[in-house]
């Protein structure tokens, strides 16, 4: 089966420039085109650079579907446009769903920018940007979420984040939307909630019809369009965007008789791509998805595709279990390959010289997957998702506990019992052990301040990340989901359990510092020169229209730079 290539990016950018139009200044230009045209998805902005930000919007025409809309676009230094900018005009059509993505360029770094739209009679709701600052910089806060399933539950969570007022940018590790039909994964409280797929998009989605019904679903969310009015947005794809567990040449939740993989793929980046305020990619655009986002001498934020354009499939523990027991040594044989990737050659170098050449107080990489080792006793994951798990996670917690202050009383099957591990999730880096370390081997000799953020489990975590022999590069700070349920649904934790069950993990896995197993919510990143500070904020629910910010479980966490401080450390 074939992969994606250059080319598959290349026509996808195709099919999508013609409704990109590059903005440099004023123009003038007055609208001629007088039908009545909606803009029901409101509007956001992406990409920013220091001189540069992507606008977008969706004009669609009440009438005359087969002829091009004529938008007119306004960019203005304040919120009552007196001061305007850049203006001009682009067509859009059916060929590109009605969309509308305008480069602003030569702008100021560091500038608040407010935009909106024209088409017919109608102007649409105004968005607020923000370009990048160069130089000295003293602080960059961003905020971090994923996960966002609209029949799992409400998106309070892009409400609280829209409430946030002094954000550099919203960065969105994927799953932005899920590719199931109306009784998929996560749908059970669709109904209740007045969150169903309506009958023209209830399907599994393949055709690139369907890609595009089911962004317009999801961009209909009030929660979500204040979102991308409040703030640029800076995203990545994971999985969802394409179907489950999606790798390099197929995916988990792509199977015979939905037609070839390759087609299904390019309709969801062409989807992706007229949907999200991002910058396509084109001839002479050589970092596809992949690329870096720079905050003066402060941050240096590098996005990666863990997911579509380098990734082997992934590993499969029941393969290796046998009539005798669990073959380790083909499971590590397999594991450790040093040719096998996530990132694929081509993005790997580029991550690597773009290390090698940060002059950022902080690099950040802006990703999909968890990266820490999540190695779980052997004996737990034979019984994860049975009913005795919540009594073992305490049983071998308090084992492990005593491994770890030196109890000589522990015996031999004891000691076994926590030090026989594996990792639970292959999915993530952890199944792909020789590209992990060799990225967490080059942090270390380019002597770089690390921080990892990640999506993808629908939980909380914070750990600290070691090369193997144990010296410390870095800190991950993994998202919460905005409402895909997290392991709370698949371990069958109630409420009572999950504290203890938290509080295990952190024993039980080393180098996990923080997690939260069961609930929603995002995480909000300040960046200083002296300090990062984490802090995950999470609602009390996304069942119901009322909820509140569940501040009983916030955490925080910070990290400070130099090879002998990274680590996280608490904060109250």
Known sequence: MPSITRRDFLKVSALTIGAVAVSTGLTGCKLTDDRAVSFTHGVASGDPLQDAVIIWTR??????????????????????????????????????????????????????????????????????????????????????????????????????????????????????????????????????LGRTLPPENDVEII???????????????????????????????????????????????????????????????????????????????????????RFGDLVSLHMLDTRVIGRDKQLDLNSYFTGSGFNTAAFEADLTDPNRTLLGAEQRAWLQNSLAQSNATWDVLGQQVLMGRMNLPYELLLNLGSDSVAGLFAELATLKARYLQGDSTLTDQEIARVTTTLPYNLDAWDGYFYERETILETARAQDRNLVVLAGDTHNAWASNLTTLDGT????????????????????????????????????????????????????????????????WRYVSTVKSETYSVDMARSARRRTLPGASNRTLQPLT
């Open 59 to 192: 004009a669609v025409p009440a009438t005359d579907p087969a002829t091009p809309v004529t938008v007119r676009w306004e960019v203005a230094t304040d919120a009552e446009f007196t001061n305007l900018t850049h203006d001009g005009e682009i067509k859009t059509s059916s060929d590109h769903d009605f969309t509308v993505k305008v480069d602003v360029r030569r702008l100021t770094p560091g500038q608040t920018y407010y935009y909106r739209f024209t088409a017919g009679n109608e102007t649409s709701a105004a968005g607020r940007t923000r370009t990048l600052p160069e130089g000295d910089v003293s602080q960059v806060k961003l905020a971090v979420m994923s996960c966002s399933n609209y029949p799992a539950g409400l998106f309070h969570v892009y409400r609280e984040a829209a409430g946030i007022d002094d954000l550099n940018a919203v960065v969105h590790l994927g799953d932005y939307i899920y590719e199931y039909d109306g009784n998929g994964y996560a749908t059970q409280d669709a109904e209740a």
């Open 207 to 293: 055709d690139l019809v369907d890609y595009r019904r089911r962004y317009a679903l999801y961009r209909t969310d009030t929660h979500l369009q204040t979102l991308h009015a409040a703030a640029p947005f800076i995203a990545v794809w994971d999985d969802h965007e394409i179907t489950n567990d999606t790798w390099r040449e197929g995916a988990e939740n792509h199977n015979e008789g939905e037609g070839d993989f390759t087609t299904r793929k390019l309709n969801a980046l062409q989807a992706y791509f007229e949907w999200m305020p991002i910058r396509p990619v084109i001839e002479g655009n050589e970092e596809m998805i992949y690329r870096t986002f």
């Open 472 to 535: 410390a590069v870095g800190v991950e700070l993994a998202t919460p989901s905005v409402t895909s349920p997290g392991l709370e649904s698949y371990l069958q934790l109630n409420e009572a359990q999950t504290p203890d069950a938290e509080q295990a993990l952190t024993i039980l896995v080393d180098g996990l510092d923080y997690t939260n197993l069961s609930q929603r919510g995002f995480l909000v990143v300040t960046f200083r020169p002296e300090a990062v500070e984490a802090d």
